[in-house]
């Protein structure tokens, strides 16, 4: 089975532009996990998604959103960036059946907002 | 909230020393608790897991132990290489509600082996 996958790896932006980063989960996984990593704050969830729908949200401002498609396939979108959005940027998806199931992560896209 | 305290780090060994990292957890409920390992330049790669009270994860000579009554999973590995050198990151799951779908972790312990 094909592991989660995430487009592009690498993302260079200057401030005010806007970014968009794509997750494809393992097939079969219906929930995709989103979380920011950075040196300072580590390890920060960003939203979760299951069947097209927002079902849970971190602490982060409305500039990141996301979206899921039917497909199960996931999008973030961070508008308006800052310097400190710069970060290494994690999917990760999951089956949902039985309670909570571990999640398996991508390679991430890392961002650099010049 | 939910929360995971991991020691403080960085740990560096000898290839074959034995490790521990120590990792405590505040939580409602029954979560569920995991390692991952983060090697340079990579995603998390799941190492181990377990579900309930009492359970032992393993997997490549790693274990950890869900001790309900101390609220611990202990990262122990009897004999280190230095393929092993890699950050390690405690994480648990809670059920529901404002937990769906977040891992929360610690904040990651750098471990180093030398030859």
């Known amino acids: 089975k094909a592991g989660v996958t995430q487009t592009p790896r690498y993302l260079i932006k200057t401030r005010g532009q806007q970014v968009t980063l794509s997750c494809s989960p393992i097939?079969?996984?219906?929930?995709v996990s989103w979380y920011q990593q950075t040196p300072g704050q580590g390890l920060q969830f960003l939203f979760e998604?299951?069947?097209?729908?927002?079902?849970n949200k971190g602490n982060f401002p409305g500039r990141f959103s996301g979206r899921q498609f039917s497909n199960s396939r996931s999008e973030m979108n961070v508008s308006t960036l800052e310097l400190g959005d710069s970060a290494l940027y994690l999917c990760?998806?999951?089956?949902?059946?039985?309670?909570?199931?571990?999640?398996?992560f991508g390679p991430g896209t890392r961002l650099t907002v010049l | 909230g939910d929360s995971v305290t991991q020691m403080e780090g960085p740990v560096t060994l000898s290839e074959e020393a034995f490790l521990t990292i120590n990792c405590t957890y505040t939580?409602?409920?029954?979560?569920?608790l995991f390692w991952y390992v983060q090697y340079p330049g990579e995603g998390l790669q799941l190492l181990l897991k377990?579900?309930?009270?009492?359970d032992k994860g393993s997997n490549k000579g790693f274990e950890a132990t869900y001790r309900k009554e101390t609220t611990s999973f202990h990262l122990e590995k009897g004999s280190v290489q230095v393929s092993d050198s890699a950050v390690y990151f405690c994480a648990l799951l809670n059920a529901g509600g404002t937990s769906y779908g977040k891992l929360t972790f610690g904040q990651g312990t750098i471990l180093t082996v030398h030859p």
């Open positions: 998604y299951f069947s097209e729908t927002q079902r």
């Open positions: 097939s079969g996984h219906r929930s």
């Open positions: 990760a998806s999951s089956v949902v059946a039985g309670g909570p199931r571990e999640q398996f």
């Open positions: 939580a409602t409920g029954y979560p569920s």
């Open positions: 377990a579900t309930k009270a009492d």
